[in-house]
């Protein structure tokens, strides 16, 4: 599951960071990743160890081993939406729109690789913590069907549906994303995958801005590794943040 956020300007007119050239920017998924990926690689050899001593049952060391990584992988996660959160208070940002697509990330089957990186990701406590944040602080807290965001193309305007499971259908869209990280539009022009499905979420909030937003913000996004944070704090000027863990 992909969770993509945009943060608004308070009371007056809407102004999301996108519409500033350098103002938006993505949160790094490789952290997490590695994360995964060592836990999976550990876990490997402690259960070939098991197989070779015929040992049945969960290990001490696979225990300790699962708590780490669920540690870890949680903590990630709270940093973001700290983060988060901190962003639209220093910046005086009133709403914060979170897309959201209940179960995704535990139901599909991306190959075994894609699998461990992916869905062992407990995006489901991302709301929950989101909406306590807010609610502590005084920000609004919106969720928002995410359905088709990624297949329409923000800088096209294309109408973006809602996906009904009882009677699926099939929708034109104005291009579609090409590569890893890059959506081509109709222009031919390319832009960041994460942030054109991010902007859709926005425009699909039906908030008024969204519409004014440039190409050129969705092009050369800001990466940032919130582990790297914690020994130095820049500052950041963005007025919207796309998160996507992918």
Request: proline residues 4%; positive net charge; contains cysteine.
């Given at each position: 599951m992909a969770f993509s956020h945009w943060a608004?300007?308070?009371?007056?007119?809407?102004?999301?960071?996108?519409?500033?050239?350098?103002?938006?920017?993505?949160?790094?998924?490789?952290?997490?990743?590695?994360?995964?990926?060592?836990?999976?690689?550990?876990?490997?050899?402690?259960?070939?160890?098991?197989?070779?001593?015929?040992?049945?049952?969960?290990?001490?060391?696979?225990?300790?081993?699962?708590?780490?990584?669920?540690?870890?992988?949680?903590?990630?996660?709270?940093?973001t939406a700290r983060f988060m959160v901190?962003?639209?208070?220093?910046?005086?940002?009133?709403?914060?729109?979170?897309?959201?697509?209940?179960?995704?990330?535990?139901?599909?089957?991306?190959?075994?690789?894609?699998?461990?990186n992916f869905v062992q990701i407990p995006f489901h406590t991302l709301p929950s913590a989101y909406k306590a944040m807010c609610e502590r602080y005084g920000l609004n807290y919106q969720e928002q069907d995410e359905s088709y965001t990624s297949k329409a193309s923000a800088p096209d305007g294309d109408e973006i549906p809602v996906y009904n499971a009882e009677n699926p259908k099939e929708y034109q869209f104005s291009d579609k994303r090409i590569q890893r990280g890059f959506y081509r539009t109709k222009s031919a022009h390319l832009v960041n995958a994460d942030l054109n499905g991010s902007l859709n979420i926005g425009r699909k909030?039906?908030?008024?801005?969204?519409?004014?937003?440039?190409?050129?913000?969705?092009?050369?996004?800001?990466?940032?590794?919130?582990?790297?944070?914690?020994?130095?704090?820049?500052?950041?000027?963005?007025?919207?943040?796309?998160?996507?863990?992918?």
């Amino acid at each position: 599951m992909a969770f993509s956020h945009w943060a608004e300007k308070g009371e007056g007119e809407l102004k999301p960071t996108v519409s500033i050239i350098w103002a938006s920017f993505l949160v790094d998924a490789p952290p997490i990743k590695s994360i995964n990926q060592w836990f999976n690689k550990r876990n490997a050899q402690l259960q070939y160890i098991k197989d070779t001593l015929l040992i049945k049952g969960i290990t001490n060391q696979q225990v300790k081993l699962t708590a780490k990584h669920n540690n870890q992988v949680r903590d990630y996660l709270n940093k973001t939406a700290r983060f988060m959160v901190n962003h639209c208070i220093q910046n005086s940002i009133a709403n914060l729109i979170l897309g959201y697509n209940p179960g995704i990330k535990q139901e599909i089957n991306i190959g075994g690789c894609n699998n461990q990186n992916f869905v062992q990701i407990p995006f489901h406590t991302l709301p929950s913590a989101y909406k306590a944040m807010c609610e502590r602080y005084g920000l609004n807290y919106q969720e928002q069907d995410e359905s088709y965001t990624s297949k329409a193309s923000a800088p096209d305007g294309d109408e973006i549906p809602v996906y009904n499971a009882e009677n699926p259908k099939e929708y034109q869209f104005s291009d579609k994303r090409i590569q890893r990280g890059f959506y081509r539009t109709k222009s031919a022009h390319l832009v960041n995958a994460d942030l054109n499905g991010s902007l859709n979420i926005g425009r699909k909030s039906k908030h008024e801005g969204f519409n004014r937003v440039s190409r050129g913000s969705l092009t050369a996004p800001r990466r940032i590794n919130l582990l790297k944070l914690e020994r130095k704090t820049p500052s950041y000027m963005a007025v919207a943040l796309l998160c996507s863990i992918l």
